[in-house]
């Protein structure tokens, strides 16, 4: 099992940054890779980035691209997403996520809200 404590959201204004963190706990050694997803209201849940844990291979979303950065630190086993000029399109419930060997985002954070307001 794995389990994943998200933290970072908040309300910030629009042009601002936010970083969010992740810390995967538990059976560590079977993480192919990590990402991040947000839920608007109203709208589905939408991929935003995702990094591979052996290479640091990086994903994003077309929405996101040149805005947002995923990351890793080896050291706290701890990813991140670093948020620039947010919008208040950004504003949504985020969430970390964990792709096992052989599975397909099979783990979850509890969410994290982030409010970009105008």
């Known amino acids: 099992q794995v389990q994943l404590e998200e933290s970072g959201g908040g309300l910030v204004q629009a042009g601002g940054s936010l970083r969010l963190s992740c810390a995967p706990s538990g059976r560590t050694s079977t993480i192919y890779r990590m990402g991040w997803f947000r839920r608007a209201p109203g709208k589905e849940r939408e991929f935003l980035a995702s990094?591979?844990?052996?290479?640091?291979?990086?994903y994003y979303a077309d929405s996101v691209k040149g805005r947002f950065t995923i990351s890793r630190d080896n050291a706290k086993n701890t990813v991140y997403l670093q948020m620039n000029s947010l919008k208040p399109e950004d504003t949504a419930v985020y969430y970390c996520a964990l792709e096992s060997y052989g599975s397909s985002w099979d783990y979850w954070g509890q969410g994290t809200q982030v409010t970009v307001s105008s």
């Open positions: 990094i591979t844990w052996s290479n640091g291979r990086r």
